[in-house]
């Protein structure tokens, strides 16, 4: 596969309407970054500072355009609503991200100067005060059902050849791309209709205290703020457009600034990616990263396993979590029952427990490959509704050839 060498960040619309023309012009014309540089796009980016030391080398090894007019002039833009930030805190971070990134200070300075707080985010990421009992079908009905089933069906039956593609040379299942563009987005309905810059400001400089994880998860935050930055800047894209979700996530597959800075794929081909826009560079893209996180080709995700009551370690089996970590031999010696093909399975299990409110929980033997789904979303629940989505609608699929 060929190395991508563009980079571009678009707006996220959640209507189809303004915001996507808006997606549009901004992706035409923008481009990006590192290596095979577009012959009319040779000067460097005027939010970079260097000495003319490193600008000589960056030369050498990449090519970034000029800053572009703005075509959207702020008038064009909605007027964001509510708090301000911290003054004097985001004034010192921008300063300090400013030479760290080597971007143009004044450009940090005056993006942050129109971030916006917004409490209701802070609200969004703080724990259930009384949180309700987990339950596996509740959450199974909210994506296994009819009108993702067929919008998913759609989907694979236009982007066909992207997705084929796609499994042919990263080895990740068509269906399993199709089941988390489905889980994450609807396929592009639901992308998400905050500010990127105002959600992940929020999150950077007032994340909720009251967190049990407040401080760890501050320091993410801020790490995905400064990704926002260079990645706007060095696409020369507007960061008070772009649009996602509360948590910063963007485009189709809900990238995180990092994940589109480390996976992304101009899949497509045209010369940029746009994760917004482009059904193909999401595709790509999403394989890509299952591929990063060791996504092994053909291996299941998980099997099923009978549990017998008085006579498995459940403690031993659920210490881990769903890391993967027994071999098939310690696995059943714990009591966990294996049948068929999985008492063949080379690599480490993990006992995947999906709890049933006040029945009783439903048990799966997860191997690697569910695991590397988890590394989507840190959650079991998660994993397993992308691979049932994934399975309904390759069934929906071969019904309707």
Known sequence: MKKNTYFLVSTAPSARSNTQRLARSLVMGLAAWLCMPLP????PNPHHTSSPAKKAAAHKHSQTPSKPKNKHPRTQRPAPSGLSLDTALTQTWSQDAAARLQLDPLWVEQTMGQAKRLPSIEKLVLPASSPS?????AYRARFIEPIRIQAGARF???????????????????????????????????????????????????????????????????SELEQFLLLTSRSAADPLAIRGSYAGAMGLPQFMPSSWARHAVDFDGDGRIDLFASPADAIGSVANYFKAFQWRSGMPTHYPVTLVPGQTDMDALLAPDILPTFSVNSFTAKGASLQGEALQHPGPLALIEL??????????????????????????????????????????VGNTK
């Open 40 to 43: 009319a796009l040779t000067q």
């Open 133 to 137: 009992a987990k339950n596996w079908a």
């Open 355 to 396: 709890r049933n409110g006040n029945d009783s929980p439903s048990y799966v033997a997860g191997t690697e490959n569910f695991y590397a789904i988890t590394r989507y979303n840190w959650s079991s629940y998660y994993a397993m509704a992308v691979i049932e989505l994934a399975d309904a609608v390759a069934r929906e």
């Open 156 to 222: 694979w039956n236009t982007h066909r050849s992207a997705l084929e593609r796609a499994e042919r040379e990263y080895g990740v299942p068509a269906a399993l791309i199709v089941g988390i563009i489905g889980v994450e987005t609807l396929y592009g309905q639901n992308t998400g209709n905050f500010r990127i810059i105002d959600a992940l400001s929020t999150l950077a400089f007032h994340f909720p205290s009251a967190h049990p994880r407040a401080a760890e998860r501050q320091a993410y935050f801020r």
